[in-house]
Structures are given as C-alpha cells and as structure tokens.
C-alpha cells in the first residue's frame, strides 16, 4: 500500500512537472516565433506579399495566412484592399469579405456557382462595385428549369439594385458559356446610358450596336458575339465618338460588318487618338485595309491580326499572291502613324509573322490589373494567314518575302533578336538579302533549323571581310546562336560545310569578336565537329533543359540576352 502511494505520489510530481515543461515549450516556442525573420518584415512589405497570395490562390485558401499568427492576422485584417474579391458562392465568406473591405471599391463575379443569398448581400454594396462580371449562371448540378429560375432571381436582383442606384461599375463583363446566346440587352438597357463604365467587354452574347458609344470608355472587347450588321463606316464613327479608348478587340468582321466601299467615303482620317492596342482577329483583309486606311493611331503600339479571306479556304500560296500587296499596305498604314519605336524581334514561320517590340517601349500593366484588360508586352505586331491543308515548301518563300519588304518600306530598326522556323527552305541569296537589311546590323541572337546549305551561307555573312583594313566584322554585337535539329543534324553536314562554319567563328574570335554562346537543340554531331565548335565559341551547350531553360528565360524577358 504504501508503495502504491509512493508511486502515485512520484506520478502526480511527474504530471505537474511535465504540464510546466510543456507550457515551457510554448512559450518558448512563441519567443521563438516573435524573433523569426519573416516577422521583422515591415507590414508594407508583409502587405504586398499577401496580395501576390490574393492574386494566386481562390479566396477560400489565401485568406488563411490570417490564421498563421496575430501580427498576420492584424496585417490582413486591417488592410481592405485584401477583402475586394468576395467570392459569392460562399455567403458566409462573402459577408465577412464585405465587412472587412470597408469602403474599397469592390471586385464582383456572378457565376454559375453563385449563392442567391450571396449575391443579395453584395449587391446592397452595389455602389462600391467597381469591377462587375457576369457569366450565364448554368449550372450542371441544377436541371434546366432550376438554372433558369435561378438566373432570373439574381437577374432580378440585380437589376432591381441597378435601377435603385445612380452609381455604375467601371469595369463591366459580360459573357455566356459556350454554345449558348445569352440575350444581355436587358441589363445594358438598366446600365444605359454606360456613362460611367470605363471597361466594357462582351463574349458569345447577344448585343446591339445602339448601346455605343460610351464616351469614357477605356477599353472594349468584342468577341464570339452576335451584334448584327452594321457598316464599316459607322464602326469607325462610332469610334470617334470614344476618345479615350485604350484598347480594342473587334469581333469577326464577317458577321458584323458589311462590304466595304470601293471608294472612301471620309474625307480625312479618323483619328483615334489614345489607342494604343488593336485586336483586330478573324478580320477580311478588304475591312482591315479600310480600317487603317481610315484612321490615324498616332499612339498604337500593338497589334494583331488574324487575316481571312470572304470565299473559301485557299491554298498559302495563293492566298498570299493574291492579297500580298493588301496586306502589306495594311501593316505599313499602320506602322507609319504609331508609336512602334524599335522592334528587337522578327520570328518568321510559315503561316505567322510576328514583330516583337522594343523593351523600352513596353507598356508595365498597373499591379492587379487582370491580362484581360491589359494587352501583353510581346508580340508587337501579330499577323496571322488563313491556309487550307499543309503548307508547301515553295510557300515559304512568300512568307519570307512578307517580312523583308515591311523592313525596307518601314522606317524601323530591327535589332538583336532573329528566329526563323522556315529558314531551311531559304535559298542562300533569299538569306543573305534578309541579314544585308540595314535594319539588322545590330542583331544580338540568330535561332534558326540546320541546313548544309543554311549553315554554310550563315558563315558566309558572318565572317570578317578581309578586304579593307582592318577588316570589317559583320554584326559585330552577335551573341548567340541557337539551332535546332528539327529538319537536319550536324552529322548529315559535309565535313567542309561545318569547317567553314568553325573558320567564320574562329576567325572573328582572332579578330576580338567571339561568339560567347552557340546552343544545339536536338542536333547530333560528331566528336571531331564537336571539338572544333568547341574551340570556335566561347560556351557550347548540347544539353536540351539547359536549351529549354534558355530559351524560355530568352522569350519570356523580350528577347533580352544580356541575362546570359
């Protein structure tokens, strides 16, 4: 018995001993928390990390860093630029989204997920709406008949708050799911007039003309929609009438727009005066060329295009014969009135041309604007051609065309960056005309397939011409080459081209002009071609992710090969 109480005794000592060191090891722990280094943050930085976290991850997963610890948490909750985002189909989140928020202007969703109860909650907030999306609410969990009850029920809300209130959101979306028309001129004719919508973009809807122009609109997207048939004459009015109009993507002007006159019907341009970038795809080359004909875009520094013909399907080849002089009048009118500046790329394949812009020109998208609103960096021009089946080789001497003669009709330096997915099929003259543009003197990267023929004219035009003193060093600031094997290897080139190939390169490294990178994708080659490119260029790289790596850090900086 008295052994029993012994060990109790020691048991209940243990007990109190072990509660102690444990909360010993709490508190010891927090002291450790409180001296972390994420902690001596200052909270303008902390901030700015949770709203990259705002911006990556759904509503219901970002907001936890709240939980972490109460200097986050006070962080969090004390910024309301954090709580903008309600995500209304959770109302319970949503309300406390919308309390924490307090006054800041609000980004609003209505999907096929949204809770009625949620919506009616945001919606009493309906002036501090500043961004209002809308997608045709069908739910797959929901019959038909219970989808159409339920969109009704928000219809009606909202519009019933719209009408209530005289504030309007800036930023308005308005799209359907795929497949389906959704009639929007209800809810446009609540918000007409737009006066204060600054943002206006319309997919696969249904939309009448009447409603434009919106004279402060900034940015307007018209896609995959039905607008019915206007001229191309009123379009371009109605345009006029939007002068501060940014950016703009047009729908198919097959179904919108009507023939274009043979003659011009305006006096003068039009001019356009703040636009900057201009989506024109699936447009007939007739209407484009009207278009840019009609206009003046002083400010347009980007653009694409995706050209189409008003018959058939044609073959390449045929469609660029035919319509070559339209098409290059279209890019020059363009280019002559905007703020293009220096172009740093041409990729040339065989259906799609594009132009990148300089760096410097690059317009920086305002932090949290959605890619929606803000066209991207790269590609500058855009231009894409309509084909039937697979194109031919012969076709690809058109497409080389195309490019060479926009540089000679341009005023534009084309420097540092050059790929060219159909340089194979380039005879060795058609090659040497494109690198003798003066607007490539500067150029930085060559990327190109291998060829015996290629190869060998490539090390023709890059080695030093002995003919004066000191000899002449053609693109002198060349800093690397990069081929891919797609369509041929090192091992199939005579041994005489790649020596010729390995003289150029040695030959400008003696003359203090190395290449400092030569990269082989995919390209086989045999020790001896191996050690003689090796001896040639500063670095060589075979290994395919360290290519992969490169060339997708070389793209996603703008072709910026200063990195290396």
Request: charged residues 20%; proline residues 7%; contains cysteine.
């Amino acid at each position: 018995m008295e052994t029993q109480e012994a060990i109790d005794a020691k048991l209940a000592f243990l007990g109190r001993r072990s509660l102690k060191l444990l909360q010993e090891i709490r508190e010891l722990k927090t002291q450790r928390s409180a001296h972390a280094p994420i902690l001596k943050l200052p909270d303008e930085i902390l901030l700015e990390v949770f709203m990259v976290m705002m911006a990556c991850f759904p509503a219901q997963r970002w907001h936890q860093v709240a939980h972490v610890c109460s200097c986050w948490r006070n962080v969090a909750v004390q910024a309301p630029i954090l709580w903008t985002k309600p995500p209304t189909n959770n109302h319970r989140l949503t309300r406390l989204m919308l309390k924490r928020s307090q006054a800041a202007d609000l980004t609003v969703s209505f999907g096929p997920k949204t809770s009625l109860r949620a919506a009616k909650a945001v919606l009493k907030c309906i002036e501090r709406i500043e961004s209002l999306k809308i997608e045709q609410p069908y739910d797959e969990d929901l019959d038909e008949d219970e989808a159409d009850e339920k969109q009704r029920k928000i219809m009606r809300t909202l519009l019933a708050s719209l009408r209530r209130e005289s504030s309007q959101p800036k930023a308005v979306i308005l799209s359907s799911i795929p497949y389906y028309q959704w009639d929007i001129r209800p809810i446009l004719r609540q918000l007409h007039p737009l006066n204060q919508v600054h943002q206006l973009s319309l997919q696969k809807v249904i939309f009448d003309w009447n409603f434009l122009p919106v004279e402060n609109l900034t940015h307007l997207w018209l896609e995959d929609a039905e607008f019915g048939v206007i001229t191309i004459q009123r379009l371009i009015e109605i345009l006029r009438q939007m002068p501060l109009l940014e950016g703009l993507s047009l729908p198919s002007s097959a179904k919108t727009l009507s023939c274009p006159p043979t003659s011009a019907t305006f006096r003068e341009k039009v001019t356009l005066p703040r636009l900057c970038h201009l989506n024109a795809k699936e447009f007939i080359l007739d209407h484009i060329l009207y278009f840019v004909s009609h206009t003046a875009l002083p400010r347009l520094c980007g653009m694409e295009m995706k050209l189409m013909n008003l018959q058939a399907p044609m073959e390449y080849s045929d469609f660029v014969c035919q319509f070559y002089p339209t098409i290059l009048q279209a890019i020059v009118c363009v280019m002559a009135d905007g703020q293009f500046g220096t172009f740093e790329g041409i990729t040339i394949k065989p259906t799609y041309l594009n132009l990148c812009m300089s760096e410097a020109m690059s317009q920086e998208r305002p932090h949290g604007t959605d890619d929606f609103w803000w066209p991207p960096k790269s590609p500058h021009i855009g231009l894409s051609f309509p084909t039937k089946g697979k194109w031919e080789e012969g076709d690809v001497h058109l497409c080389a065309k195309l490019p060479l003669d926009i540089l000679d009709a341009c005023p534009i330096n084309c420097s540092r960056f050059l790929h060219l997915d159909i340089g194979i099929f380039l005879t060795p003259e058609e090659f040497r005309q494109l690198f003798g543009r003066p607007s490539c003197s500067s150029l930085q990267t060559i990327s190109t397939t291998i060829a015996p023929s290629l190869i060998n004219t490539l090390a023709s035009v890059l080695a030093p011409q002995q003919s004066s003193m000191p000899p002449v060093i053609p693109f002198p600031h060349l800093t690397s080459i990069f081929f891919a094997g797609d369509h041929g290897d090192f091992a199939t080139c005579p041994e005489q081209v790649i020596e010729a190939f390995c003289d150029c390169l040695i030959l400008r490294r003696q003359h203090g002009y190395p290449l400092p990178k030569l990269v082989m994708y995919n390209c086989s080659a045999t020790l001896i071609q191996r050690a003689r490119l090796e001896k040639a260029v500063v670095k060589l790289l075979y290994h395919y992710d360290q290519w992969l790596a490169d060339w997708e850090a070389l793209m996603m900086r703008g072709m910026d090969d200063q990195s290396y």
